[in-house]
């Protein structure tokens, strides 16, 4: 069986990623506790270690992730 989920932006799996990871950039955003960003960063690890999350989601998270750290 092969798993497509990286390819296929509009599969549940990748929608699932994107709220999860989404929610928690939000409480980032509005409490910039250190935790969170650690938090965040490995919920963007699994994903892509899962294949749920494709280069374009992960890139778009690593940048927003510098923006809110800066």
């Known amino acids: 069986m092969t798993h ?3 390819l296929n932006p ?3 799996s990748h929608r699932q990623a994107i ?3 989404g929610a928690e ?3 980032y955003r509005v409490n910039r506790k250190p935790e969170q960003r650690t938090h ?3 919920l ?3 994903a892509t270690a899962l294949g749920v999350l ?3 989601d992960r890139l778009t ?3 927003s992730l510098e923006v809110c750290h800066a």
């Open 54 to 56: 494709n280069a374009s």
């Open 40 to 42: 965040l960063l490995g």
């Open 44 to 46: 963007v690890q699994m």
């Open 4 to 6: 497509s989920h990286a």
């Open 25 to 27: 950039l939000i409480a």
């Open 10 to 12: 509009s599969s549940t």
């Open 61 to 63: 998270l690593a940048a």
């Open 19 to 21: 709220a999860l990871i």
